[in-house]
């Protein structure tokens, strides 16, 4: 039965910690197309104010929201579609004491918090919330008693429905508020291009629009003024931002902070000018780049009053964030009819610069590239500092490319990449950066140090690690184009694979005597511990908090000692014991329907780094039992293919067994045994 909710005054309604007590509440309705909750006025609501749960297809439409307490108009469980939200007003939305439970995110409310895209927000106005105005918060799954009815959807991915014309202004206070953002949660990462159209983000605390680790949108004309930061994209990637004007303070704001004694975006002490500068749209590094993430493109974008007039210093229309360093600067972002009047200062990256941050942006009007003032980024092209902006560069090379390398998360914090045009003396030095992008395992397996190496496209260059000034082979070097599709033929790269060199023994610290030196862990993780096998003093463990049975303790091999048909011969002695140290009894033989399987030892092969490719060879899942003792032994053969030989990585592991049993191992070995002279083998890669 359609319903149709016009003309109220609801006052005082909800009850603050309660679920579901809401002043307007549509609750597991299913399909409500036709109803309609239209002109009505809800205010001093103690708990949110018109929740869409679990219902789809209805109008919410010319109603104003005043002095609320916790999120506004909202979609619940994230599975509500086909809703249509329409000139509504939310005004003064404040955050909530007592939450609904720890899964609830009002005490950082939001006057429209949507966790859907597939709805439809049109000429709504978000005004003087606490927190945010509109907050897309995302989870990868649905929640909640919806959460059974959508199995396999992730909002996360879904595409925007319509966003248009919709007004955010002076929102904010709380730390990460703005008048639109996708942060934090899963972000926001939508199968097709997300269009945010005529939007107007005004007199913000923070920004205007923060992007957060999400990626794929188009913001198209709108106005933004008077937020501290225009629009972030932070962590974020593939964004167009297309026919917009943004001013940093204008006039009238500027006469309004005076009149009051108000600093506005400036902090008043000056302990934070460098994070309260007014910026106009502000750039991150990030973690990776690759085929599903490109860069930031301006066009057709007109600045206004971001300069020394905001009366905060360093302001500009372009910046770069200095406060986190991911390494990896997209060169694929690009300017293009891009106009700046004579009050803004054009681009500050100074903080950028002195944080190693090494920009490039590509002007597509000159066919030239803005770099960071450092040899980094200059030495191998013909550059000329840059008079109208800060600690850039101006380079007469049209297209720049990127190459990531990235080597074992062991190597010292000073370990350096020195790069050389091929034929040439003039060098750059490069630092790595530590890898922390995914903390969710509690490892350290999938965790590299990286070296992102910008170069003209096409040209020939060659490389070698150091440390200390000396020659070092960090284990291994995956590589992969972080600009796919870059502007430009790739440029060649021949890393040198000096350093010392063992590949009669390759396993490192193979008793526990060194700690866990050498040694990872995936889905869990691993510790030495006393009283090894046969007498000796240590021994390696995995831990009890395993998540999952398909990894365990495992090392990344030296890949120079990757030779085809090189035979080595693996030997380990084994502990196998369930939670309450009992011995584990395992079932030798197939995965499928075997619930106590045998620990196997294989190595993995990897190809690439932002989108690998993986293969795999079993070196031995057979457990010899010791009469002598409780540890037992593995032993088992395997001969290096061309998987390996052309791999940038080989990692060698344990796995397979439950994720409750603790896997004890010492006196590893892996030692050559035929084909131990030959030294031919690929150069892997694709550098």
Known sequence: MNQTIRGLEIKGFGQQGNLGRYSLHFHMSDNVHGSVVSKNIIRDSHQRCVVVHGSNGLLIEDNVAYNTAGHCFMLEDGGEVDNVFRNNLGALTKKVSTLIS??????????????????????????????????????????????????????????????????????????????????????????????????????NRNSGIFFHNSGGFLIQGGIFADNRVGIEV???????????????????????????????????GGTMMNTNRVVGVDLHSQRNGGSK?????????????????TQCPGSSALSVDP??????????????????????????????????????????????FIVSSNSNMTTFSSCTTMQDAACASRCNTTCLRTLQ??????????????????????????????????????????????????????????????????????????????DEDGCGPAFSLDVSENGPKDCAQLIVNGGGEDGIHGWWHTAGGVEAVEGGAGGSSHALSSLNSRAYSSWGIAQFLDTRCMVLDRMYTLSASIKVINQDGSAYVCVPGPVAYNYSPCPEARLRSRIGTTDPVDSYQTITSTITSS???????????FTVTEAEMNAGSVLLSWYRTPAHVKVILDNITLSCVSGCDETTRSLRGGM
């Open 234 to 268: 932070d962590q974020a990637h593939s964004v167009r931002i297309i026919g917009s004007q943004i001013t940093g303070i204008t006039p009238s704001f500027a006469d309004l902070l005076s009149s009051s004694g108000k600093a506005g975006h400036c902090d008043v």
């Open 405 to 482: 390398l990235s080597v074992s998360f062991f190597t010292e914090e000073n370990l350096k990449l020195i790069v050389k045009q091929t034929g040439g003396d003039d060098e750059i030095q490069l630092s790595g950066y530590r890898d922390f992008r995914d903390p969710f395992w509690n490892t350290r397996s999938h965790l590299t140090r990286k070296f992102f190496v910008t170069l003209p496209a096409g040209g020939s260059y060659q490389a070698e690690f150091v440390l200390d000034n000396d020659p070092m082979w960090p284990v291994f070097v995956e590589s992969s184009w972080e």
């Open 102 to 203: 720890n899964d609830e995110t009002d005490d950082e409310p939001s006057t429209f918090w949507i966790t859907n895209p597939q709805n439809s927000f049109e000429n709504n106005v978000a005004a003087g919330s606490q927190g945010s105005g509109y907050w897309f918060e995302f989870r990868t799954r649905v929640r909640g008693p919806s959460a059974d009815l959508h199995p396999g959807v992730n909002p996360s991915r879904l595409p925007l429905k319509h966003f248009v014309g919709n007004v955010a202004h002076s929102n904010g206070g709380q730390p990460n508020s703005a008048g639109l953002k996708t942060y934090p949660g899963a972000g926001y990462n939508p199968s097709e291009e997300a269009a945010f159209v005529d939007l107007k983000m005004y007199r």
């Open 627 to 637: 009469s002598t003792d409780e540890w037992d032994q593995m032993v088992g053969t």
């Open 323 to 368: 406060t986190l360093d991911f390494g990896f600067f997209d060169p694929r972002h690009s300017i293009s009819n891009v106009h700046f009047d004579s009050y803004t200062s054009k681009l500050n990256i100074c903080d950028a610069v002195a944080r190693g941050i090494n920009v490039a942006i590509q002007d597509k009007d000159t066919s030239e």
């Open 293 to 309: 993430a490109t860069g930031v493109v301006l066009e057709d974008l007109s600045f206004a009053h971001l300069g020394e007039g």
